[in-house]
């Protein structure tokens, strides 16, 4: 949870506040933040010394990072203010970005915007670097998803263009030092700074630097690392250029947005932002920032059964108006049950009209400050805060529910347990493999439309999400060659697969493994194992080309398998469709020697799901 330290004063007269701190604390709790310490009741002041005030604030609640923000939240909150209308400036040519294909290799996204006619303070100068120090350590996860760069407009020329160099063709001065450094040169400088060094390593070993440029090929900004000297910001600066590099263009636009609306009030025009234009090497342009507010739709009765409240739907709007969020009843299109409403039928003991009420839609807006609320979920939050959760009535929950297990586990259960009482040993091994051990080691060719890969893996270990179960086993019984022969291990779990066609364009498949090495194959074993899995699933053995329902081996090439030695199983299920469940057979020598064993190995690998 992410603490500030805000200006007890400032605050209490933005606030008009007139009471002590033990109410101002209660006013936190309300709003769901936590007033942690005020630095006016350890004793005296130090004379100059103002009164802080330590606050936590949610970690998702990045508006209220700075004071701006607070103060401005808590206002709405007292019902003192309304939420800003936050706008674009009209403006025909916007300063323009260009970005050179280069960039894809480092930092591919930037977004940009400009604060005009602003008017900064000791106090509103040091505001706008701690917002940005606290949005570089959460949001922007240490400058890894997000830097941001701050300049004064007046001291450049644009347009500007966003490139990635070679560290020898990148000169400029850094942010308050005097003498001109190359990109490898600010990387040694900085090696032994304990603010910057701990960013290093995002571009340190890439071959080539992101940087922003001025027309007139004037550094602003050496990304995730240091601003230009050049265009450093200072109290007297009236027009700031913001700009935002990321990895993610997702978090790129809500730091933004969070940046520009907390000190856009200072701006000539209060709450306007002027806005940059982004040009990709595709041709493709988009203007930042975008302030357009989101829309959620929910229901009266939806929001009253996750609180526990029984509020009308005029009474929610209008407690979610202080939490900044624009809420309005949906207009009905039932004539007799609108009239009804505006009459009052049945107020206090009418089932008609509190169904009626019950049932209405809400449609909430919520601006860019708020890009914590993601679902109605989220909305209900805001209301139980707006309505005080000291408040919500205490209720019996009447709900009687019996939980069981999933059906697919109860089946996972029932496998583990009968290969177990067969005198195998269960292994548990890791989901993510490398991409090696998945395809090359086990004589297989990815053709790219299998395997789920992670995009910036820790480890080699970690490359892509598995595919099958027999790279786990196999390098357990390598790790275990101390142990005396035979081994007899197996493994019920998951497996992944990309799959285009659902939503989130993945799926998990159960299976069960086994996998059986001595001083021969033996591979009357591993298939006893697995009639003894089909008989406790009540499947008989049956033939190919047989309609009546059960499993048999049928004859096929598997790489991974020696040649003749690997069949597939396929089962026959009660509407007589063929399912093939996977693959038995002794593994190749060629993949033993990938695993460094020495003893034969025969194996299967069955998907269980049909069985449900």
Not at 13 to 35: A, N, S
Not at 277 to 300: A, C, H, K, M, W
Request: include cysteine; charge should be negative; hydrophobic fraction near 35%.
């Amino acid at each position: 949870m992410p603490t500030i330290n805000i200006d007890k004063q400032e605050l209490f007269e933005y606030l008009d506040y007139k009471h002590d701190t033990e109410q101002f604390r209660e006013l936190c709790f309300e709003f769901g933040i936590e007033l942690e310490e005020d630095s006016s009741e350890k004793g005296e002041l130090a004379e100059g010394e103002r009164a802080m005030l330590k606050i936590d604030i949610p970690a998702n609640r990045y508006d209220l990072l700075c004071i701006e923000g607070l103060s401005r939240a808590l206002s709405v909150f007292l019902g003192r203010e309304k939420e800003p209308n936050y706008r674009l400036a009209s403006i025909d040519k916007p300063q323009r970005i260009t970005v050179s294909k280069e960039c894809s290799q480092v930092r591919p996204y930037i977004v940009g915007a400009i604060l005009r006619g602003i008017k900064l303070n000791a106090e509103r100068y040091q505001s706008f670097i701690d917002l940005q120090d606290k949005l570089h350590q959460n949001l922007c996860r240490r400058r890894t998803l997000v830097a941001i760069g701050t300049h004064d407009l007046d001291t450049v020329q644009g347009p500007f263009t966003y490139e990635a160099r070679t560290p020898e063709n990148i000169k400029f001065v850094p942010l308050n030092q005097t003498e001109e450094m190359d990109g490898n040169g600010v990387i040694e400088f900085y090696e032994k700074d304990r603010k910057i060094s701990k960013y290093l390593g995002i571009i340190k070993d890439s071959p080539v630097f992101p940087v922003v440029y001025d027309s007139t090929s004037t550094v602003l900004s050496l990304p995730p690392l240091i601003n230009s000297n050049h265009s450093k910001i200072s109290l007297d600066t009236k027009n700031i250029f913001i700009e935002a590099t990321a990895t993610d263009m997702t978090k790129a636009n809500m730091v933004l947005n969070i940046l520009v609306t907390m000190f856009s009030g200072y701006c000539a025009e209060p709450f306007t932002v002027e806005p940059v234009e982004v040009v990709y090497p595709d041709g493709q342009s988009f203007v930042y920032p975008n302030l357009e507010q989101r829309i959620v739709e929910t229901s009266t009765k939806y929001l009253n059964s996750v609180v526990g409240i029984n509020q009308t739907s005029d009474e929610i709007v209008t407690l979610l108006k202080k939490m900044s969020l624009e809420a309005s009843v949906a207009k009905s299109h039932d004539g007799v049950s609108g009239l009804l409403k505006k009459m009052s039928l049945g107020s206090k003991g009418s089932e008609q009209h509190g169904d009626q009420v019950e049932n209405e839609k809400i449609v909430v807006k919520f601006p860019v400050t708020r890009p914590d609320i993601l679902q109605e979920c989220d909305i209900a939050e805001d209301l139980a805060i707006a309505f005080g959760y000291n408040k919500i009535p205490r209720a019996q929950n009447n709900e009687a529910t019996v939980g069981k297990a999933l059906p697919l586990n109860e089946l996972t259960d029932l496998v583990r347990k009968e290969i177990a009482m067969a005198g195998w040993t269960e292994a548990l091994t890791l989901s993510l493999c490398s991409h090696d051990e998945n395809f090359k080691f086990l004589r297989r060719v990815d053709n790219g439309n299998e395997a789920i890969v992670l995009e910036k893996p820790k480890s080699i270990e970690c490359q892509i999400g598995r595919s099958t179960m027999l790279p786990g086993l196999l390098k357990t019984i390598s790790e275990n060659r101390k142990y005396p022969i035979p081994f007899k291990v197996f493994e019920v779990s998951d497996v992944m697969f990309k799959n285009p066609a659902l939503e989130r364009r993945a799926q998990t498949e159960r299976r069960a493994c086994a996998l059986f090495s001595s001083r021969m194959a033996q591979f009357e074993i591993i298939q006893g194992l697995l009639d003894t899995v089909m008989q406790a699933l009540y499947v008989a053995h049956t033939s190919a080309g047989s309609s009546v329902s059960g499993y048999y081996l049928e004859e096929a090439e598997n790489p991974t398998y020696l040649s003749g030695r690997s069949a597939n199983v396929v089962f026959v299920n009660a509407e007589g469709r063929k399912i093939v469940l996977g693959s038995i057979g002794v593994i190749h020598p060629e993949v033993l020697g990938h695993f460094e064993l020495d003893y034969p190995v025969s194996a299967f690998e069955i998907n269980i799901e049909p069985f449900l």
